[in-house]
């Protein structure tokens, strides 16, 4: 499984967009990129998965250049509520691929 | 998706004694993990559970320390056996989404705490 690499916290402002990137340098051809939140006393919660180029949805949006070897969640106008901690992830998993979890970034957004 | 409910949430152990963390899923899954989250660090697998067949453990887990049942397609259990103080940790559940997804889905955790 690829390891990955991102910062271990960040901090921002309310209304800000912020910017998660993470390295995968090993990713294998048949990796996904997947993110996932982490609230306090919760389970993490699945944001967001991408293979290449650009993948978005109502929550994040996530950025794959052409050689895959990093990623970057992209969060719109952040809120207090977006205070948590951020996984990338990368893998195969499907048939029986198991999520391996990295260090994450605390990302703490101030009023 | 798929809804996991945990139980207990939260429990204060002895040590060696043992506690039986229960998974229940409102749907069918083939795959269901347990992880392990100790305080202020991330996640780390301690298994995967699959109905049917035995538990698939990783390394520095044993199943001695860890048994795990999965009688049917919605339930496991994970026991923590011989408790110490350093099992103090989060026990969260984890299921594969159906079909092709590749999205994993998580309970909230049991907050285990060993004194």
């Known amino acids: 499984l690829a390891k990955t690499t991102q910062p271990i916290s960040m901090d921002s402002y309310e209304g800000q967009e912020v910017n998660i990137t993470c390295s995968h340098n090993n990713i294998a051809t048949n990796d996904y990129i997947t993110w996932y939140q982490q609230f306090p006393s919760q389970g993490p919660r699945f944001i967001i998965q991408g293979y290449k180029t650009k993948v978005t949805n109502e929550v994040a949006s996530l950025f794959i250049p052409a050689d895959r070897k990093s990623s970057t969640l992209s969060l719109p106008r952040v809120s207090l509520s977006d205070t948590a901690v951020y996984y990338c992830l990368v893998g195969i998993y499907n048939q029986g691929g198991k999520l391996i979890f990295g260090q994450g970034t605390e990302l703490s957004v101030k009023p | 998706s798929a809804v996991i409910s945990q139980k207990p949430s939260r429990d204060i152990c002895q040590r060696g004694t043992s506690l039986t963390i229960q998974c229940q899923v409102d749907s069918q899954v083939t795959m269901m993990f347990w992880y392990r989250q100790q305080p202020g660090q991330s996640l780390t697998l301690i298994a995967t559970a699959n109905q049917g067949s035995e538990a698939t453990y990783e390394s520095g887990f044993v199943i001695d320390k860890f048994p795990i049942s999965r009688p049917n397609l919605t339930f496991s259990t994970l026991t923590v056996s011989n408790m110490s103080p350093e099992d103090s940790s989060i026990y969260l559940c984890?299921?594969?989404?159906?079909?092709?997804?590749?999205?994993?889905?998580f309970g909230a955790g049991t907050r285990l705490s060993v004194l």
């Open positions: 984890s299921v594969r989404g159906r079909g092709t997804e590749n999205i994993q889905y």
